[in-house]
């Protein structure tokens, strides 16, 4: 999406959610979700690390929606940079 000369990306999943009192430590490094969330079993915990610190870098406004049994919805918004066409 494309608003206000600043574009809104979102990655969206259908998965299992995770739950809420969970959310503001999934940025953390090494964090993952206890074991009822299947798939953070298998990482390490560092790639929503590893983005925070990419999109903290682009000064981009970034975080996640999610209910438990409907998924979640990762986002971030930059700045559109205008390329100079001579």
Do not use: C, Q
Not at 9 to 25: A, F, Q, R
Not at 29 to 47: F, M, P, Q, S
Request: glycine letters at 10%; aromatic letters at 10%.
């Amino acid at each position: 999406m494309v608003e206000d000369e600043k574009v809104r990306i979102d990655v969206i999943d259908h998965g299992e959610g995770i739950p809420k009192d969970k959310l503001d430590y999934i940025w953390d490094r090494y964090y993952r979700v206890d074991e009822e969330h299947k798939i953070a079993k298998v990482g390490t915990g560092l790639g929503l690390s590893i983005v925070k610190n990419i999109l903290l870098a682009h000064d981009a406004d970034f975080g996640v929606a999610s209910k438990l049994g409907e998924g979640s919805d990762f986002y971030f918004i930059m700045p559109i940079i205008p390329v100079d066409e001579e």
